[in-house]
């Protein structure tokens, strides 16, 4: 257990759905993350928020908005996704977005797009 | 080893010997680098980590080596288990651009560690 929540677990939904994935951290960090995970390549970081702040957003589709409403909580909500966009959607934290910062993960979202 | 961009290598072990896992990174200008587990069905989990002032870490059971002039990494697990069976992979953590505050982590795709009883 690394502090990390995520829910979902698993979520199946079809190209013209709308949903959300929730994260929530109870470490005390001030920076979290979305990162996508899929099969033989390597994580991909989209999105960085430091202190509620979006910091970095790594050039992914607006059918991904993400939500950072306090430094405890991070959502991702999805719309109009394609088969592609399927992957394991993980959550990380951090104390912040410096240079010896570990993060750390949750359990992650296995998303399937049909 | 593990490069970024290849396939995922894959390592097999007889329990109780010692597994070294390796990396290549990329940046020369990475001052962090933390090794992950990952099991199936979970998410990544921290293991150890090193700063690029040090070339050696111990933790329980496991040892990291840093190789800063050739950008190497490994990671040796002494005495495997069972239990260490997972996809391990490295991350370095590198400056965004030039004299920037804002660092990222970038990961390699990782070793496939398979320990056989």
């Known amino acids: 257990e690394t502090g990390v929540t995520q829910t979902p677990r698993h979520l199946v939904m079809g190209m013209t759905n709308k949903k959300s994935l929730k994260c929530e951290q109870h470490?005390?960090?001030?920076?979290m993350y979305w990162y996508k995970q899929s099969a033989k390549k390597p994580l991909e970081l989209m999105f960085v928020y430091n202190f509620k702040e979006q910091t970095e957003n790594n050039s992914v589709p607006s059918r991904f908005s993400p939500e950072c409403p306090n430094s405890s909580h991070l959502f991702l909500h999805l719309h109009t996704l394609q088969p592609e966009d399927s992957a394991l959607y993980l959550c990380?934290?951090?104390?912040?977005?410096?240079?010896?910062?570990?993060?750390?993960f949750g359990p992650g979202t296995r998303l399937t797009v049909l | 080893g593990e490069s970024v961009g290849l396939h995922l290598p894959t390592l097999s072990v007889q329990e109780g010997d010692n597994s070294i896992i390796n990396c290549a990174y990329s940046n020369s200008a990475s001052d962090y680098f933390i090794w992950y587990k990952q099991e199936s069905g979970k998410g990544p989990q921290f293991i150890i980590d090193i700063r690029s002032n040090m070339d050696k870490r111990q933790g329980q059971r496991v040892t990291v080596l840093l190789n800063k002039t050739v950008k190497h990494l490994s990671l040796q697990i002494a005495a495997t288990q069972p239990g260490d069976s997972a996809v391990y992979f490295c991350a370095e953590n590198s400056a965004e651009n030039s004299g920037g505050s804002n660092y990222k982590l970038t990961f390699g795709k990782g070793t496939l560690l398979t320990v056989n009883p």
């Open positions: 470490l005390g960090h001030n920076a």
């Open positions: 990380a934290s951090g104390a912040g977005h410096k240079s010896t910062d570990t993060q750390y």
